[in-house]
Nanobody, 120 residues
């Protein structure tokens, strides 16, 4: 199983941060898995953002829920993250991952990560 993040590396404040995770080696709709988004700001620890289950159910970190949307494109076997009203505090390396539970910082497999900088 391989995951690969993609998306703009620079986002302006107040705009929407959008990333995609393309999965290969398995289908995102099979099994009892949660496909996750996490991030790590510079000099800080890893943070779970939210997940979408193989069933399509979504779960979000409460403090981010109001401006976060995770959805999937089953035809292309990928899932995506949108975070509205971006601020410089959203600057981080963003990772997509897979695990058997919805939240937490452990994961079975993850992508290499992509740096997103929020700046004007």
């Amino acid at each position: 199983v391989q995951l690969q993040e993609s998306g703009p590396g620079l986002v302006k404040p107040s705009q929407t941060l959008s990333l995609t995770c393309t999965v290969s080696g398995t289908s995102i709709t099979t099994g009892q898995y949660f496909w996750r988004w996490l991030r790590q700001p510079p000099g800080k620890g890893l943070e779970w953002i939210g997940s979408i289950a193989s069933s399509g159910i979504t779960v979000y970190k409460p403090s981010l829920k109001s401006r976060t949307n995770i959805f999937r494109d089953t035809a292309n076997n990928r899932f995506a993250l949108q975070m509205s009203s971006a601020t410089p505090e959203d600057t981080a390396i963003y990772f997509c991952a897979r695990d058997v539970v919805p939240g937490g910082l452990d994961f079975e497999v993850r992508g290499q990560g992509t740096l997103v900088t929020v700046s004007s």
